[in-house]
């Protein structure tokens, strides 16, 4: 008897029903600039070149970790998306760059198109809060290679700026500002620690309540990454943001010098951040030093700005006004440490 591809593993008639059930969800997130549909061998956007003066694409990619671990515990895809366009779009917008459109791959040991569909509709729902489309991806279905039920996401983002408008940092200086935004949660960084805290050390399970979050410690975890779409481009066409810093892997002390220009240094208060409870239990749980915390997670903080000391005024009363909330860390000074955190 003749050997088919299904017979080895690959189901193709699953992989179509997969894009017939996320045709839908893909449409959604379309932005003037795109030209193509789901189905073709490439996405296609046409860049809106009269809005530049020198237009620059900047591109991000990035995955999701190990907090896809906890996807799989909570049987749970829908969020897992979102968390990808967010690490990808979140660094983009670093640079100053209006996120145009994303891509993503997804590899599993078994497609089945109803899992797969949920995972895309994280993805659709990242790209409308970063404001970008999503004009195509790749399902990959890899038996022997993954495990059934289980998956990997990854994509990349692509951006533009014009080039007098790129932030660099170069232009912070003594005296600016640090302004904070808050996180969602853990997002998506330092998970293989949180995983070692609460499943190895304090054998939990992911329905486990907790009184403290009000809630069980999956629904905690699984929260999505935020994305700072809104309002960070806002303020970017509206003031002088001179440097921005997404808090990811590496927390405060390898993410808040990356923007800094050598002889400067970051000084923050860190008792002026409201540190969601997960990250007090965390420590607690794991018996984990403060200072190994801020180096391994965002602490509630996932986007930091250096902003002149003129604007500082303007700048909150505008976050204000939208409603949105912030923390005015600290200040700049001069030094070569990266970044001090007083109050620790």
Known sequence: MSLTYKDAGVDKEAGYKQVQMIKGMIKKTHIPGVLSDIGGFAGLFQLDTKAYEEPVLVSGTDGVGTKLRIAFMMDKHNTVGEDCVAMCANDILCQGAKPLFFLDYIATGKLIPEKMASIVEGVSNGCIKAGCALIGGETAEMPGFYKEDEYDIAGFCV??????????????????????????????????????????????????????????????LIKPTRIYTNPVYDLIEKFDIKGLSHITGGGFY?????????????????????????????????????????????????????VDKEELAKITNYLVELGEEFTILGEIKKGNEGVVLWNL
């Not at 790129?166 to 904070?180: A, N, R, T």
């Not at 998970?191 to 629904?219: A, W």
Request: proline share 3%; charged share 25%.
């Open 254 to 306: 390898e993410n808040i010098p990356r923007m800094l220009p050598e002889g400067l240094t970051a000084h923050v208060d860190v008792s002026k951040i409201k540190t969601p409870t997960i990250f007090k239990l965390l420590q607690e749980w794991g018996n984990i030093e403060t200072k190994e915390m801020y180096g391994t997670f965002n602490m509630g903080i996932g986007m930091v700005m250096a």
């Open 159 to 220: 951006g533009v700026v014009d080039k007098k408008k790129i932030i660099d940092g170069s232009k912070i200086e003594e005296g600016d500002y640090i302004l904070g935004l808050p996180s969602s949660g853990v997002h998506s960084n330092g998970f293989s620690l949180v995983r070692k805290i609460v499943f190895d050390k304090q054998k939990m399970d992911v329905n486990d309540y907790i009184d403290e979050l009000g809630m069980t410690i999956g629904e905690e």
